[in-house]
């Protein structure tokens, strides 16, 4: 059973066979969850590997007539539409940045039986920065050089008498990322290969020593600016996620 197939015996459960016969024009609450389906698959993006980010906050404009219908059928919609979002996003692998909250609001522009999907992650701002996992801790690359060894005088220091003092760097300029040897004694190795300055691609492995050192490309929620009132002509009304993240 497909997931569309999934959300419309949940809703037939949740909604009377009276209320039903409201729907026989205008929009369906299976097109609203075919929507939110098409739009987490159009804005996923891959930050590595293994973490396909998508978006988690969405705003479904109605016509007034499919948004006083919708807003009719109460939380049994708002419960079916979160579940249809966290099931596909499972299936498909993808991660939230935040908690999923989806808005049914009204837009005087539409027409009867059209809708439009606007989504963003965290508020509309996700940045992305470096890190490095070392040692069973994580590294945050605040700089563009981060210097790692041995030694005292190192960005990053490990407890690793098989490297140097200064055994290695890893350049960050926020959007790429480089390994380069320091002229260290044992050498650099990067996914089993020994390099002495290459790419740096998310999920990487760099190994000095007996020492592993994973380079990661993380989300970072940017803090919203203030929302101003929405117009009195315009209503709206949230389903908000309560429960995990996948």
């Known amino acids: 059973m497909g997931l569309l197939d999934s959300f419309e015996k949940g809703l037939e459960r949740a909604v009377n066979s009276a209320f039903a016969k409201t729907f026989r024009s205008g929009i369906q609450p299976v097109e609203i969850a075919s929507a939110l389906r098409s739009e987490l698959d159009k804005k996923a993006a ?8 998508t978006p988690h906050t969405f705003t479904v404009r109605l016509a007034p007539s499919d948004e006083e219908r919708m807003r009719a059928i109460g939380p049994a919609l708002g419960e ?16 939230f940045a935040g908690p999923v909250t989806i808005t049914l609001e009204r837009d005087d522009q539409l027409s009867t039986g059209t809708l439009r999907v606007d989504s963003s992650s965290a508020e509309g701002a996700v940045s992305w920065r470096g890190v490095i996992d070392v040692e069973g801790k994580r590294h945050p690359l605040t700089k563009g050089r981060t210097v790692i060894g041995r030694g005292s005088d190192a960005d990053v220091t490990i407890s690793d008498a098989g490297t140097s003092r200064k055994h290695v760097e890893v ?12 002229g260290s004694t044992n050498g650099t190795l990067l996914n089993g290969s020994r390099v002495s300055e290459a790419p740096l691609s998310p999920d990487s492995t760099i190994t000095i020593g007996r020492t592993d050192i994973v380079f990661r490309v993380v989300a970072q929620a940017v803090p919203p600016r203030p929302s101003r009132p929405a117009p009195d002509a315009t209503r709206a009304f949230d389903i908000r996620e309560q429960g995990p993240l996948p």
């Open 46 to 53: 891959v930050v590595s590997r293994d973490r396909i980010l």
């Open 80 to 95: 079916e539409l979160q579940s249809l979002v966290h099931k596909h996003a499972r299936a498909q692998g993808y991660s």
């Open 171 to 182: 350049l960050w300029d926020g959007e790429r990322a480089m390994v380069r040897d320091l």
